[in-house]
């Protein structure tokens, strides 16, 4: 479609430019001709961009469609140039009248036309096919049009009596084709040059490894772009006692979760053993973090402030908690010993994943004022105060004060009471009522 709509519209304005004289028409006419050449390119090196991996490129031939578009951009800054250095010549020589202006006229109409439904095509298409080329492709159309606009001004006061704008308009057209070529192949160079996605996609892709199961922490996450298309490698921490075979499924299951990522074509994972009990700390702290962002939710959505507050109240008490654990992950490496050898990491990995059921459901559904304070006392049940209070105690008393110097104060068992207390007034519900009696025993206050 390309191939057909651009050549169709360089035969129109080529042989109309060509009679009627004018250097703004034909100038647009090389404009669609060099579309024809990269839709040419983008043609073929889509074809080859998507042949399987062979003995000779293992990791396929995504780089074509980037090699390709560069040898177009090359074309195109050189046509463009010429286009410019000859509407020079038709400036600084005699005036020519425009021959056939009502014919010049219409064929730029026509481009301009032409150029919008050509766009609109070649959009859907890239997006549907995920590919840059012609999507490129389609925002050069869309450029098109504005250059074409130029050539019908130029053309139009030509017309009216003042030839030097066509020659004038032939000149913003060369320009304006040289920039499309630079632009392109900046780009295009970037993916040959391996440069990397963004740190976005690489905070995306770090999240996610974070969030599978068994996965203790993420580092040296690189990514890089193998033509348009990015490979990912990534560094997974993981409990030093896992069977090699249970390494191995999380390691896949990671590698897996990434490769499911826009752009992404493939995921090489390493796995480095860590402390199961850094582990378990770890894993808690995200558990914690994962609370206060489900307060944090509740807040948004609560039906009274006096509710509204005390969500606040737990978040603040849930990244305080958060906090003090990565506390105890710093003394434990100076190899200070804590109450938590009995936690078993089964049973934190169960926690996290509660948490983030919890998480997806205020996703998914608006909940009532019972509902929240549900959700609320599943997040702070007594096992889970008992597995932090284990995980957070020194075995050496003299310890304490170090680890309360060293994080921040959560919010004190009365003032959550205030605000249980604000909260209860607040609610008509019977039932929401004895939720937050029930949620202050847990909570102590």
Request: with cysteine; charged share 25%.
């Amino acid at each position: 479609m390309g191939i057909a709509g651009n050549t169709l519209l360089f035969a129109v304005k080529g042989t109309i430019g060509f009679f009627s004289g004018s250097i703004a028409l034909l100038s647009d006419a090389v404009n669609s001709l060099v579309d024809v050449v990269a839709s040419v390119a983008i043609w073929w090196s889509v074809e080859v961009a998507h042949r399987e991996p062979d003995v000779d490129h293992p990791f396929g031939h995504h780089r074509a469609e980037a090699i390709a578009a560069l040898g177009v951009a090359i074309f195109t800054a050189i046509l463009g140039f010429e286009i410019f250095r000859a509407a020079i010549e038709r400036l600084i020589g005699t005036p020519e009248p425009i021959g056939l202006p009502g014919w010049a006229i219409g064929a730029l109409l026509f481009s301009m036309a032409g150029n919008l439904a050509l766009a609109r095509y070649l959009r859907r298409r890239g997006e549907a096919l995920e590919s840059p080329a012609i999507l490129a492709n389609a925002v050069e159309c869309e450029n098109d049009i504005w250059t074409s606009l130029a050539a019908l001004v130029g053309v139009t006061a030509a017309v009216l009596g003042w030839t030097s704008l066509d020659p004038l308009a032939g000149m913003g057209v060369g320009v304006w084709i040289v920039w499309g070529g630079y632009r392109f192949g900046r780009q295009n160079i970037d993916y040959l040059m391996g440069k990397s996605p963004g740190a976005e996609l690489v905070g995306r892709i770090r999240r996610v490894a974070l969030g599978a199961v068994g996965v203790r922490g993420v580092h040296d996450v690189r990514a890089h772009y193998v033509g348009h298309r990015v490979h990912v490698e990534a560094h997974i921490e993981v409990d030093q006692e896992l069977s090699t075979l249970r390494s191995h499924d999380v390691a896949e299951e990671v590698a897996d979760e990434i490769e499911r990522l826009p752009r992404i074509d493939r995921a090489f994972v390493h796995v480095d053993p860590v402390l199961e009990t850094t582990y378990v700390i770890d894993t808690l702290s995200r558990r914690e973090r994962v609370a206060s962002e489900v307060y944090e939710r509740l807040a948004g959505d609560a039906e009274r402030p006096e509710l509204g507050e005390l969500w606040q109240a737990l978040s603040t008490r849930a990244l305080a908690r958060a906090e003090r654990l990565q506390v105890v992950r710093r003394l434990r490496g100076a190899g200070w010993h804590f109450a938590d050898a009995e936690i078993e990491a089964g049973d934190v990995d169960r926690g996290l994943e509660e948490a983030r059921r919890l998480a997806a459901r205020l996703e998914e559904d608006a909940v009532g004022t019972a509902e929240a304070i549900g959700i609320a006392e599943a997040l702070e049940g007594d096992e889970v105060e008992a597995t932090y209070r284990r995980a957070t105690t020194p075995r050496d008393a003299a310890l304490t004060a170090s680890l309360d110097a060293g994080s921040p104060p959560p919010p004190s068992a009365s003032h959550l009471r205030s605000r249980i207390d604000a909260a209860r007034e607040a609610v008509a519900d019977p039932k929401a009522r004895r939720a937050l009696d029930r949620l202050a025993r847990s909570l102590g206050a």
